[in-house]
């Protein structure tokens, strides 16, 4: 089942607007905050990022850096067991659409 892809603009630091693509969010009860993973449209590079963000701000939010390794670590685990959850998903849709075939 395709995912109707949702995106967001990043401001870089030299005021430019970057175009990306939402992967997921959560939220963490453990550090009080909400996450956002994301990847720049059209970067060949694979690369993911992560900011928190105060969803109560709707569509004009500020993200913010991820402040500290225990973060980065939870983001991490999260982000892969995302990632296995959509291979686990697109394999299972795969081999259904063989055996309609």
Known sequence: MEREMETLIVTDELG????CEIIMTFESEDFGKTYV???ILNDESGEYYAASYNPEE????QLFQVETEEEWEL???VLESFIEEQE????AEKE??????
């Open 16 to 19: 430019n607007d970057i175009e």
């Open 37 to 39: 993973v994301y990847q």
């Open 58 to 61: 709707g569509d004009e939010g």
């Open 75 to 77: 983001i991490e685990e």
């Open 88 to 91: 686990e998903e697109e394999e």
């Open 96 to 101: 259904e659409t063989e055996k309609e075939e």
